[in-house]
């Protein structure tokens, strides 16, 4: 166990983070450590070692004690940072995984694990500057494969394109359908890239090149305010919804693709929304059933789909593309993305209350407050979204225009790539950064 007397810190830097492992609050204190990455390494994984033993975590509060009393050896730092990642605090790993890697540069272990720190937080150009600065130990597969595939996430389509064209074929099957996902990420860039900037505000064009989905709409509040086109906290509508399967409705005119049905998933609000989609778009709405061709399969929010109890199993097939058949997500979070990537997103928010749910409202005494759930039959709620106004929001002035004729000429122009591959989802927001908020 971690003393008293051991755990004060020299450095005024984690006053705060001993202060919330006081007071038994081990999530602020981990907040408090991200706001402090210069502390010294050894002060720090005190922290860490307590705030692990209060929550059960023997294999990192091991770890933490072994790199506070010895911080300079390369053995500790490595399991340490090992056990971080693990436990979802890559951003802790990274200094030790770090220093393990200057004190051993030859390391191709060290560097990997480094990677995919850097990888978990985000960090994807510091994640290529690593690997650049050991190019010449650098074997195809992973390391090169793994440079090519953050420099995509950084943005750098030069620097992925030279370096892809040196890969060779993976000795190990095990790397085929990975080397196939970059082929298709990099034909997707290529198809895009005449008809979108694909620059560091490019939503859309990122979003497609990353995972091949097309974003209908984009976010008319905040976005030179570091929101970029995202939503934080939406509260959704039915004039939205309604605005959404319009915007899809043009997709799929654009992109040539002719579904004879509408595909309803099991979970309350995807039933809802497609419902309203097979009204729009004039198809006959049918279960949801494995292996159906030539259809459009509604979800409101994938992470709902996967919450009911038929959820894990539907992600599983809707992960194996069936032809003709389009997957297309209302309201998807790009902080914790489903595992299933669609391939067409109304919008992106990080938190979201449906039109159907607890809705914010102002009370009685002018202050906000709950309403209840609209509990209505599924089939009532889908004829307001039909009847809804979908005219888009007219915002704060600040978002860049976005008719229609901006999604459809996108879709014509990476038609050819679009409806491709797998739909494995995708834990990074890219190139387009966008604020966060909570912790």
Known sequence: MFSRRNRRPRSPDLAAAWERLDGGDVPGALLELRRAPAAPLGEVAAVVGRAAESAGFDDLRK????????????????????????????????????????????SVGLLRELVSAYEREGRHRDAVEALLAHEDGLGDWPDRYLLVFN????????????????????????WLGARDRQNRVLERAASAGPASPLDHSDLRGWQYVMGGT?????????????????YAWFQDSHDQCLQGLLRLQAVLAAAGVRPRSVSLLP?????????????VLGLPALRFEEGREDTVVIAYDLDDTACHEEGPDVIAQLLRRVPGQVLHEHAS???DPPAVAADS??????????????????????????????????AEIAADIVGADPTPDGGDGETPADPVEKLTDFVAAVRGTWL??????????????????GG
């Open 345 to 378: 997103v109304t919008l992106l928010h990080q938190s979201v209350v449906a039109p159907w749910g607890e809705i914010l409202r102002l009370g009685d005494d002018g202050g906000a407050e709950r309403g209840e759930a609209d509990g209505r039959p599924e």
């Open 267 to 279: 979970d309350r609000g995807s039933r809802i929304l497609g419902l309203a989609a097979a009204e």
């Open 214 to 230: 097309v974003l209908g709409t984009l976010s008319p509040h905040g976005y030179d305010a570091g929101m970029t086109g995202r």
């Open 333 to 335: 979070c790009w902080t």
């Open 420 to 437: 491709r591959g797998d739909r494995a989802g995708l834990r990074s927001s890219g190139p387009v950064a966008s604020s966060r908020f």
């Open 63 to 106: 770890a933490a004690a072994a790199l506070a009393a010895h911080p300079d050896r390369v053995r500790p730092l490595y399991d340490y940072g090992y056990a971080c990642v693990e436990r979802g605090v890559s951003y802790l790993a990274i200094p030790a995984l770090r220093e393990a890697l200057r004190l051993s540069p030859d």
């Open 151 to 174: 420099a995509v996430l950084a943005g750098d389509l030069e620097l992925a394109r030279r370096h892809h064209a040196r890969l060779g074929a993976p000795a190990d099957d095990v």
